[in-house]
């Protein structure tokens, strides 16, 4: 039997179409679900004017707007691929993933005009749109003014493709993330049996739209069960305390990564913040410390930790209200329509509270990557998907997570693989070897240090590896700091053993 999506917004349409869909936060724009039906149809039609078809991939450069609401849903009424694009990275960075993903489209915000001229001429992308974003004069605003809108979704099976979702490898080249309409049906499905789902849910959304997290944790859930989501451009201390304190608001759901609610408790205003009407705030993306659940419990506000990747569309495991705060620093457990496992080396399922390696199965996981299949090789057994992170879990089911892939590090919430960084940097003549590594970070959480052997007779500063790097990485994945060494520690097989390292580095000082 072949089970067809659904357009969530034609049905909203239909059952309320004059509730509050969505508020973009700066230009103060709002749209009804009968407005967000007109306006999807608009940007359906308007693609196809341009050629666009059934799993053509259609790729945004935007800070945080509705428009990216409204060209993912105007994508998928023709059954179009919606590609998020981190505008954190570089024109290659950015060349790299259309060329792969062979893009018809590109919608560019304005603040991110010089570096998608940039990445232009870098690829073969037919059609490249701008806009500002905020409802002005764009190229965006003047196609839907002009466009015949397509109110009639186009037959899709719930298994096909709806997002692509680039992910850094750990061999440093990215790679494409499938997301099918299953996925994310599945997942939305899982949070809309949670106790605080449903219409009146208002979700503030500021972390950005491009990751996973961003978009389906809050911003498509929260639509899906017909409730309004807040477009704000980007993650602001003050702007973010601001509208959780306006009644006119009624924000109720929060998602953001660690270092924005500790960027929040530091603010000046959070004393002065009304946060009574919070009644879910999730975080995830990374380690979330104790110490800051505890500190926001005490404010009123209870954080729940949860557990996803972009293999995951965000699903996985979570930490339920009354469960905490007797299980804070667990990740929770599986959602609904996810199964999770933790194995060992040889593959067998751990004992309680015994690490190894956590592995995911069901509706919410990614049928592979694309066109990568040494990839999926790697990266599933027996249908489990291989996380490459490790964790235990406890008898009753819930899951702690003790570190990230192997290399991997986190900074601002933002995945960052050492091998990408390092084939850039043995690029440098001075450097004999080099192993770049997740250090301790205050602000981010964590940030790179290379640790690197130098050539007899050369001399490397942190300043030489910044100038070489700029313009080929994303800064995000720029070294913040420089240890030399005389050599690095290698186990038997040759491998770098970075556990050693991040053992050996003493206290560092970077720029």
């Not at 608009?42 to 509705?66: E, H, P, Q, Y």
């Not at 939305?188 to 978009?215: C, E, K, W, Y």
């Not at 009123?300 to 209200?321: D, H, N, P, S, W």
């Not at 592979?368 to 599933?380: H, L, Q, T, V």
Request: include cysteine; charge should be negative; hydrophobic fraction near 40%.
């Amino acid at each position: 039997m072949t089970i067809f999506a659904r357009d969530w917004i034609e049905y909203h349409t239909v059952t309320t179409p004059d509730k509050l869909a969505m508020i973009d936060h700066l230009s103060e724009r709002k749209f009804t679900y009968a407005d967000l039906n007109d306006r999807a149809g608009r940007v359906a039609g308007f693609l196809k004017s341009k050629g666009i078809k059934k799993g053509d991939r259609v790729a945004f450069l935007c800070l945080n707007t509705t428009d990216v609401m409204e060209l993912i849903f105007g994508c998928w009424r023709i059954g179009a691929v919606c590609l998020a694009l981190n505008y954190r990275l570089t024109p290659p960075e950015l060349a790299f993933i259309l060329n792969d993903s062979e893009a018809s489209m590109v919608l560019v915000d304005k603040p991110f005009a010089p570096v998608g001229e940039a990445t232009k001429a870098l690829t073969k992308v037919k059609h490249w749109v701008d806009t500002d974003g905020l409802g002005g004069d764009s190229g965006y605003e003047r196609g839907l003014a002009a466009a015949k809108p397509i109110y009639t979704f186009e037959p899709q099976n719930i298994e096909d493709q709806c997002l692509l979702m680039y992910s850094s490898g750990t061999t440093g080249m990215p790679k494409g993330v499938i997301i099918t309409h299953a996925m994310l049906e599945f997942t939305t499905a899982s949070t809309a049996r949670l106790p605080d789902s449903g219409p009146s849910q208002v979700s503030l959304n500021n972390m950005p739209l491009f990751h996973i997290g961003g978009l389906n944790v809050t911003a498509l859930p929260c639509l899906s069960v017909g409730g309004t989501a807040i477009i704000m451009r980007m993650f602001d201390p003050d702007a973010t305390l601001k509208a959780i304190n306006s009644p006119d608001l009624g924000i109720n759901l929060l998602f953001m990564v660690p270092a924005a609610y500790n960027a929040m408790k530091a603010h000046p205003d959070v004393d002065n913040t009304d946060f009574s009407r919070i009644v879910t705030a999730l975080c995830g993306a990374e380690t979330v410390p104790v110490s800051l659940v505890e500190w926001w419990l005490a404010k009123g506000v209870v954080i729940q930790e949860g557990y996803g990747m972009t293999e995951t569309a965000a699903g996985g495991t979570m930490l339920r209200k009354e469960d905490i705060p007797d299980m804070i620093g667990s990740a929770g457990r599986a959602l609904m329509h996810t199964t999770v496992r933790i194995v060992d080396e040889s593959g067998e399922v751990c004992a309680p509270n015994v690490p190894g390696e956590i592995q995911f199965k069901g509706a919410a996981v990614t049928p592979g990557y694309w066109r990568n299949p040494e990839a999926n090789a790697k990266s599933f057994v027996d249908g489990w998907f291989k996380s490459g992170d490790i964790g235990r879990m406890d008898d009753k089911g819930y899951v702690y997570i003790e570190d990230r892939v192997k290399d991997m590090y986190i900074s601002g919430g933002e995945n960052v693989y050492p091998a990408e960084i390092e084939n850039i940097l043995y690029q440098m003549p001075q450097i004999v070897e080099v192993a770049v590594i997740g250090v301790t970070d205050e602000k981010f959480g964590e940030t790179g240090c290379a640790c690197a052997v130098v050539k007899e007779g050369e001399t490397l500063s942190l300043e030489d590896i910044l100038a070489h790097v700029d313009g080929k990485l994303a800064s995000f994945k720029k070294p913040k700091f420089l240890h030399c060494m005389t050599e690095l520690p290698r186990g038997g097989t040759g491998k770098v053993l970075k556990f050693e390292l991040r053992k050996a580095i003493p206290p560092l000082i970077g720029l």
